[in-house]
C-alpha cells in the first residue's frame, strides 16, 4: 500500500510512561513524546504540565468529596514551586460549623491542622522552613488514626524524607475522624488565602497511608528526590491530577486516578499568551521530541523566573514571577532570575508593559550590588536595551528602533561566541554586542524612575510556554534541563560527594577507628562540636599523625600514632583516642576533599614542589620549601586558583595563616587563624602576577608568612556547578543579599574583608534544614555555635541567602568573601 512519507504501521498498544509495543512512525512516536506518553529512559515519570496559581486572580478548585472508604486513613501528595513567602494554603477543607482541615505555610514552616473535634485539633508545624522559590519541592501529609502509637497517627514528607523535627505537636486521638477525606467541600489552595505558585503531580489516596517511596525515588545518577508514578489503588475519594490536559480550563481539573473525580477550576485561563495558565514549568528533567528547535512551551523542566530574592529593585511580582512591575526607583539594577547561564546559546522575551517616562532597560546583567558572579570576574556590569538606545554601564550609544507598550522584545545571547542580539516584534535589531565577557548573566529588566514617578511594567517568557516569535536556530529556553553538562554532579560515579563530604559522627574513645567518608580522603578538615578544641587540619602529602591547627600560628605537630593515620579511598584512619577527635562524650564534623590520591612532582614553578591534585575538582594540596625571595609555586590544578590557604609548617616563630582570595586580589591577604581585616602592607604579597593555571607567587621570606620553611597550600579553582569562591556586599538587613552559586550548597565558609569579623562555616549535614544557624569558627577554639532564629541563612537550590542582620555576615555595605561545594547541581537540585 502506499504511505507516502513514513513506515507502514501495524496496530499499535497505547503507551505508557514504562512501555510501548507496536510499529510506530517517528512521527508517531514524537507526538506521543511531546504529549507526555512515552516512556523516557533515566526518568520515570516525566510530568508535563503544571498548574500556575496567582492569588491576584483568586485561583483555586474546589470539589466536595462524598462518603469516603475510611475517613481515617489517608495520603496527600503534590509537587509545589512557591513564589512567595507568604502564608498561603495549599489543600483545605472546611465544614459548615466552621472547622477543617489545613495544609499550609506559616512563616516559612509547613503545618498540617485538622480540628474535627473543638478543642483536639491535630498540629504538626515542622521546624525547618520552606523558603526556596526556584524549584520544586515535594510535600506529603499521611494520616492514619488507627495506630496505637500517637506519632504514627500522623506524618509529613517533604523531598522522600520523613520530618521528625517540629515546633509544634498535637496528635490525633486513635480512631478519630479527619476532616479531609469527609463529605464536605475540598480545596486545593483556598478561597480565603490563596497560593502563589506552581503545582503538580496531586496525588490524594482514601484509606491508605503510604511513604514517600509510593511517589518518588531518588535518582541513582543526580542523587536528587524525583516524581515516580503512582500505580496502587485510590479508594473513593481519591484523585489523580496531573493538568496536563489544557483544552479547556474545565479539562484542567480532570482526574486521572480513573475514579472521574474531577475538579472545578476557578479563575484559571488557558488562552494562549501571557495569561495561559498550563505550563512546561515541572520538577522532572527530560528532554522533549526536538533538539533542534526550542519554540518555547516544549522542553520540560525547572524553568527560570525573576528571583524574589534578588529583587534589587523591590518590583512587585506576579504570575508565577513572571511578571513584574516598578513602582519606581533610584536603583538601575533591576531585577535578577532564578537562573544564570555563563555558556551556550539563550533565548527569552519580554513583553512591555506599561513604560516610564523617566527609562527602562531590558538586558542582561552580571555582578551587581548584593553579590558577585561565583565565575569570572567581580566586575559589576549590565547591558541593556533602553528604547532605541543600547548601554553598558553607563556607556550609552545608538541602537536599533524604539518601543512601547505591547511589544515583545526577544533577547538572543550567544555566550560561546560572546554575542547579544535583540529583536522588536521579531525583527533583529543587529548585532548589539559582539564581545560579551566571560561570566554568569542573568536576564534582567529594571526602570530609571524615581521615587516619585511611575515605573515600568514587564512580562517574562523564558520558554515555559510558546514564544512569540520563533527563535534563531540553536537558541535553548531558559531552562534547567537545558543547562550545559556538569563536570561534576552527573553519573553514578561523578557526584558531588565523590569530591568533597561532610563527615558528623560521635565519639567512642576507640583507637585505629575507622571514619568512612565515601571518597578519597586526601585532605581532612576536623573539629570537635560540643566542646571547645582546635580545628585539627590533615592531608596525605604531609602524612599520618601531622597535625596543623587553623586557630593557632604554631607549627606543624607530629602526633605519631594519634589523630589521622590513614587517608583510604573511602574512609580516613583515627589512631589513638583523643578529646579534640574521638572521645566518647564529643560530637565530631570532619570535612573531607578528594585530591586525587597521589603524588606528583611539579617543576612549574621556581620552586619544586609536591603537588596532589584532582583537576575534575580544581583542588590540589601542594607542598614545598621556601628558597629565596618571590619564588612561584606550581599548584597542577590546569586552571588559575581563586583561594589559597598557607601555613608554614616548620618556622619556629609564631606565624599566622595567609588566605589569597580572587576577590582581593595578590597585593593583599586575610589570616585565617585571626579576625581581622583585610591587609595591604605589600602590594607583591602573592608575586608578581596573579595566580596563573600553572602556578602561583609568593612574598620574600624576610617579609612575609607565605613562604618560610617546609611550607603547605591548599587551592581551589571553581568548578561550574560544584564549587563557586567569590564575594559580596552586605544590606545590613533582615533581607539579606542572595548570592547565587549555580548549584545547592552543602558547604560554606564567609569571612568579612573590609573590617574585623570571625571566620565562619555552615554545612548541610550538621543542618540538614532550612534555617541554617549551627555555625564552626576556624579561627578560634569554639565550641559550635548555635544561632537560633536570629543568626540564619538558608541553602537553596541554586545559592545561599543570608536572613539576618549580624556583622559576621552582613553589616551594611560591609564586603565579604566566601568559598562553597556543592551537594547537586541546580540543573538537578530540589528546592530546600
Known amino acids: 500500500m502506499d504511505y507516502p512519507g513514513k513506515v507502514i504501521t501495524k496496530t499499535q498498544v497505547t503507551p505508557t510512561q514504562t512501555s510501548a509495543s507496536g510499529n510506530w512512525t517517528l512521527d508517531d512516536q514524537a507526538a506521543a513524546i511531546k504529549n507526555n506518553n512515552w516512556p523516557v529512559a533515566g526518568v520515570p515519570n516525566p510530568i508535563s504540565k503544571s498548574l500556575r496559581f496567582n492569588s491576584a486572580d483568586s485561583t483555586y478548585l474546589n470539589r466536595t468529596l462524598t462518603t469516603p472508604t475510611n475517613n481515617l486513613i489517608w495520603t496527600w501528595s503534590a509537587w509545589v514551586k512557591r513564589c512567595d513567602n507568604a502564608n498561603p494554603y495549599l489543600f483545605t477543607t472546611t465544614a459548615t460549623d466552621g472547622s477543617g482541615g489545613y495544609i499550609y505555610f506559616a512563616s516559612g514552616t509547613l503545618v498540617y491542622w485538622d480540628d474535627r473535634q473543638a478543642g483536639n485539633a491535630t498540629v504538626l508545624q515542622t521546624s525547618a522552613v520552606y523558603r526556596d522559590q526556584s524549584a520544586w519541592y515535594h510535600f506529603m501529609v499521611v494520616t492514619d488514626r488507627t495506630q496505637a502509637t500517637a506519632s504514627n497517627r500522623a506524618k509529613i514528607y517533604v523531598n522522600g524524607s520523613q520530618v521528625t523535627n517540629f515546633n509544634a505537636t498535637a496528635y490525633p486521638n486513635q480512631n478519630e475522624a479527619s476532616q479531609f477525606n469527609s463529605a464536605i467541600p475540598h480545596y486545593i489552595t483556598a478561597p480565603s488565602s490563596f497560593f502563589n505558585g506552581y503545582m503538580t503531580e496531586i496525588n490524594f489516596i482514601d484509606g491508605q497511608a503510604l511513604d514517600a517511596s509510593s511517589f518518588g525515588l531518588t535518582n541513582p545518577q543526580t542523587g536528587q528526590w524525583i516524581p515516580k508514578k503512582y500505580t496502587g489503588t485510590y479508594g473513593t475519594n481519591g484523585f489523580y491530577l496531573n493538568f496536563k490536559d489544557a483544552t479547556s480550563t474545565t479539562t484542567l481539573g480532570y482526574d486521572y486516578s480513573g475514579n472521574a473525580n474531577n475538579w472545578t477550576t476557578n479563575n484559571f485561563s488557558v488562552t494562549a499568551g501571557s495569561g495561559n495558565d498550563s505550563l512546561t514549568d515541572v520538577p522532572t528533567p527530560w528532554v522533549a521530541y526536538s533538539a533542534t528547535g526550542d519554540v518555547g512551551g516544549v522542553i520540560r523542566g525547572n524553568y527560570c523566573t525573576w528571583n524574589p530574592l534578588r529583587n534589587d529593585q523591590n518590583a512587585v511580582l506576579s504570575n508565577g514571577n513572571l511578571d513584574l512591575s516598578t513602582a519606581g526607583s533610584t536603583s538601575r539594577y533591576g531585577t535578577y532570575t532564578t537562573l544564570g547561564v555563563s555558556s551556550a546559546k539563550w533565548y527569552w522575551e519580554i513583553t512591555a508593559g506599561s513604560l516610564s517616562t523617566d527609562g527602562y532597560n531590558i538586558g542582561i546583567a552580571s555582578a551587581s550590588k548584593g553579590a558577585t558572579s561565583p565565575l569570572g570576574s567581580d566586575t559589576q556590569s549590565y547591558i541593556y536595551l533602553s528604547n532605541g538606545d543600547k548601554r553598558t554601564n553607563a556607556t550609552t550609544a545608538a541602537y536599533g528602533a524604539t518601543y512601547t507598550a505591547g511589544d515583545v522584545i526577544g533577547v538572543a545571547l550567544d555566550l560561546d561566541a560572546g554575542t547579544l ?134 607549627i606543624e605537630s607530629n602526633d605519631g600514632g594519634f589523630y589521622v593515620q590513614q587517608f583510604n579511598s573511602d574512609n580516613y584512619l583515627i589512631g589513638a583516642t583523643d578529646q579534640a577527635l574521638n572521645h566518647s562524650s564529643g560530637t565530631y564534623v570532619s570535612w573531607v576533599w578528594n585530591a586525587g590520591g597521589s603524588n606528583a612532582t611539579n617543576t612549574a614553578g621556581t620552586v619544586t614542589s609536591t603537588v596532589r591534585a584532582n583537576t575534575t575538582a580544581g583542588f590540589s594540596i601542594v607542598t614545598w620549601t621556601g628558597a629565596a625571595a618571590g619564588d612561584t609555586i606550581g599548584h597542577g590544578l590546569g586552571a588559575a586558583p581563586s583561594l589559597i590557604i598557607t601555613k608554614t609548617r616548620t618556622d619556629n616563630t609564631a606565624q599566622p595563616w595567609p588566605v589569597y582570595h580572587r576577590s582581593l586580589g595578590r597585593g593583599k591577604y586575610l589570616t585565617l587563624n585571626t579576625t581581622a581585616a583585610e591587609n595591604a602592607s605589600y602590594s607583591t604579597y602573592w608575586g608578581n602576577s596573579e595566580p596563573s593555571s600553572t602556578i602561583f607567587g609568593t612574598l620574600t621570606i624576610a617579609q612575609g608568612a607565605n613562604n618560610i620553611g617546609n611550607m603547605v597550600a591548599y587551592c581551589f579553582a571553581p568548578v561550574a556547578g560544584y564549587s563557586a569562591i567569590g564575594s559580596y556586599t552586605g544590606n545590613g538587613s533582615s533581607d539579606g543579599p542572595f548570592v547565587y552559586l549555580g548549584f545547592r550548597p552543602a558547604f560554606l565558609m564567609v569571612k568579612r574583608t573590609d573590617s574585623t569579623g570571625t571566620w565562619v562555616i555552615i554545612d548541610s549535614k550538621r543542618n540538614t534544614y532550612n534555617p541554617e544557624n549551627l555555625e564552626l569558627y576556624p579561627n578560634t577554639t569554639a565550641a559550635e555555635g548555635n544561632g537560633g532564629t536570629t543568626y540564619i541563612e538558608d541553602f537553596l537550590s541554586n545559592g545561599f541567602k543570608i536572613r539576618q542582620t549580624d556583622t559576621t555576615w552582613n553589616a551594611s555595605g560591609g564586603t565579604y568573601i566566601y568559598a562553597a561545594f556543592a551537594e547537586s547541581p541546580f540543573q538537578f537540585a530540589n528546592a530546600r
Open 421 to 554: 542580539v535583540f529583536y522588536k516584534n521579531g525583527s533583529s535589531q543587529g548585532t548589539a554586542y559582539s564581545s560579551i565577557p566571560s561570566n554568569t548573566w542573568f536576564p534582567t529588566v529594571a526602570d530609571d524612575a524615581t521615587a516619585s514617578t511611575t515605573g515600568s511594567s514587564f512580562v517574562a517568557n523564558f520558554g515555559q510556554r510558546p514564544f512569540a516569535y520563533t527563535p534563531p536556530a540553536g537558541f535553548r529556553s531558559l531552562c534547567t534541563t537545558n543547562l550545559p553538562a556538569t563536570t561534576i554532579g552527573f553519573g553514578l560515579t561523578n557526584q558531588a560527594d565523590d569530591y568533597f563530604n561532610t563527615v558528623i559522627f560521635t565519639g567512642n574513645s576507640t583507637s585505629d577507628r575507622t571514619i568512612t567518608t565515601g571518597l578519597q580522603s586526601d585532605f581532612v578538615w576536623a573539629k570537635r562540636r560540643n566542646d571547645a578544641y582546635s580545628h585539627l587540619l590533615f592531608d596525605a602529602i604531609r602524612g599520618a599523625g601531622r597535625t596543623l591547627r587553623s586557630d593557632s600560628t604554631n
